[in-house]
């Protein structure tokens, strides 16, 4: 069993920066975070695989950065030159997979266990 607890989100404005964070409890191989809007499917932001790996969906590429402490015990997202298209919820997941594809990586099927979300609100 993993439990997941997220926190960093908030407001911010357009080109500005926010770091989210996930507290990890419980062990998990694969982590990620996702994103989603009301009415929308959830979409794979960045995730890291049991050997570091680390994959990014090309909408966020060059601007966000997921990382995890030593222990694996908290993950991290940090998210700078935030757009407006930026805007939703944001969920941190982790699973028990081992591999390593950025498909993978980046599949809701993959993540066994998620977060209650944290919002992201980027305005103009």
């Known amino acids: 069993q993993v439990q997941l607890v997220e926190s960093g989100g908030g407001s911010v404005q357009a080109g500005g920066s926010l770091r989210l964070s996930c507290a990890v409890f419980?062990?998990?191989?694969?982590m990620g975070w996702f994103r989603q809007d009301p009415g929308k499917g959830r979409e794979g932001v960045a995730a890291i695989g049991g050997d570091g790996t680390t994959t990014y969906a090309d909408s966020v590429k060059g601007r966000f950065t997921i990382s995890q402490d030593d222990a694996k015990k908290t993950l991290y997202l940090q998210m700078n030159s935030l757009k407006l298209e930026d805007t939703a919820m944001y969920y941190c997941?982790?699973?028990?997979?081992?591999?390593?594809?950025?498909?993978?990586?980046?599949?809701?099927?993959?993540?066994?266990?998620w977060g209650q979300g944290t919002q992201v609100t980027v305005s103009s």
């Open positions: 997941a982790a699973g028990y997979g081992r591999g390593w594809s950025r498909e993978y990586l980046l599949s809701v099927g993959t993540y066994n266990y």
């Open positions: 419980g062990y998990a191989n694969s």
